[in-house]
């Protein structure tokens, strides 16, 4: 076995010494790239399935590291912390057959493997759903499937207990980097960054459109942090008020009468993460909230203050796009709401099941380029204006040469 690992790896450095990009075409080059993301995630899947048999052996030691994880680093050339995580994955994946299954098939990048088996630790049960997210979601989707699986209780003193041990590592620091910049990083129960979020949301946009009107254009990031100092600092401009806090929280109908999750049940705050029933119930004295209540998978109820019917049509929009419903696009601020199947123009009804939330880009896409949205919630389809058909790699260096034998040297 270990004859066949360096054989493959002298063959693969053989092949990257003759490839030349710019002797293929584009879509040559790209079925190169695709390629290398599916031989990448079959070398991490090695890596995080020898890590803990490699962890018991002497050779850190022997070379002098302080811990096998050191070693680990120092052999890929990435961070302590990185192998660290490698390593746990590893140890993990020894007690979850579904997933260790999943990485030897090459199945899963490393990012999702760590992700799915640290939840999978947690919740083997959950094994087959977490797999499925995997296929479903961006890795953005499948980190809040995760969050939600660990986020499950079967009481309400379990659930507020997560809660207490959020509230109780909440924390801020703060460092300058090497050029003298001010940094940091805090956390906060999921509750407190609703709120914080809210505001700087609110604020930023208003220094987005001063901004705009003065001609000037500049990262998202950078109106975010100006809003931070603006309302931390409390150097709010004349006769501007403070921000209202708002947010939107999805609770199913049996938690919330219940008091507490239980299974698949979900109760979050939109776009930032699971909370115990208790804190949702507590926050419908807030001055301004949306409750969605949902039963199975359908929206039930969609409650909140001041808004027309319209509004909570947005409001239900909101909660089940939460991002752009392109597959493989986590944009999830300025969408835009679409009429995807019968447009607007042409007579299409503003109903939830005619509509969908677009990003800006993929949104003018479907407008002018001829671009299609086409599925329903859950299993949207983007189709682009022709079928795209990837032709196989051809020669790289020699004119044998194939994706069926990527590293043939002869």
Not at 22 to 34: L, S, W
Not at 117 to 124: D, E, K, T
Not at 215 to 220: D, K, L, Q
Not at 296 to 325: F, K, N, Y
Request: contains cysteine; negative net charge; aromatic residues 6%.
């Amino acid at each position: 076995m270990p004859s066949s690992l360096h054989r493959l790896t002298k063959e693969a450095a053989d092949f990257v010494a003759r490839f030349d990009p710019d002797c293929m075409t584009t879509a040559q080059v790209a079925d190169a790239y695709r390629s290398a993301c599916e031989l990448e995630r079959y070398a991490q899947s090695i890596k995080v399935l020898a890590a803990p048999r490699a962890a018991d052996a002497t050779v850190w030691t022997d070379e002098g590291h302080r811990s096998a994880a050191e070693w680990m680093a120092a052999q890929g050339q990435v961070s302590v912390g990185d192998a660290v995580a490698t390593l746990e994955t590893g140890r993990r994946l020894r007690d979850l057959d579904t997933v260790s299954d999943a990485v030897r098939n090459g199945e899963l990048s490393a990012p999702q493997a760590k992700a799915i088996a640290q939840a999978a630790a947690h919740r083997p049960e959950s094994q087959e759903e977490l797999l499925e997210a995997s296929k479903a979601h961006t890795m953005a989707g499948l980190k809040a499937a995760c969050r939600r699986v660990l986020a499950r209780r079967a009481s309400a003193a379990e659930e507020n207990e997560r809660y207490n041990a959020i509230h109780a590592r909440r924390c801020f620091r703060h460092w300058s980097d090497a050029d003298g910049a001010f940094c940091g990083e805090f956390t906060l129960t999921p509750d407190a960054g609703a709120r914080l979020l809210a505001a700087v949301e609110a604020r930023a946009n208003h220094f987005f459109d001063e901004a705009r009107k003065a001609g000037r254009e500049e990262p998202a990031g950078a109106y975010r942090a100006d809003a931070l100092v603006d309302l931390v600092a409390g150097a709010r401009s004349e006769g501007s008020k403070r921000p209202r806090t708002e947010m939107t929280i999805v609770v199913s109908a049996e938690a919330l009468q219940r008091g507490h999750v239980e299974g698949a049940e979900t109760c979050e705050i939109r776009g930032v993460g699971p909370v115990p029933v208790a804190t949702a119930r507590e926050a419908l004295s807030e001055a301004f909230l949306k409750l969605v209540v949902t039963k199975s998978q359908d929206i039930a109820t969609v409650c909140h203050a001041g808004r027309t019917i319209p509004a909570s049509l947005r409001t239900a929009l909101e909660v089940r796009d939460p991002i752009c419903v392109v597959p493989g696009c986590d944009t999830a601020l300025g969408l835009e709401i679409d009429h995807f199947d019968t447009p607007f123009a042409g007579g299409g009804e503003t109903r939830i099941d005619n509509l969908a939330r677009l990003c800006r880009f993929h949104h003018r896409q479907k407008t002018y380029s001829g671009y299609e949205l086409k599925g329903a919630p859950g299993a949207w389809v983007w189709e682009p204006p022709e079928p795209f058909e990837s032709p196989s790699l051809v020669g790289v260096g020699s004119a044998n040469s194939s994706p069926d034998n990527l590293f043939d040297s002869s």
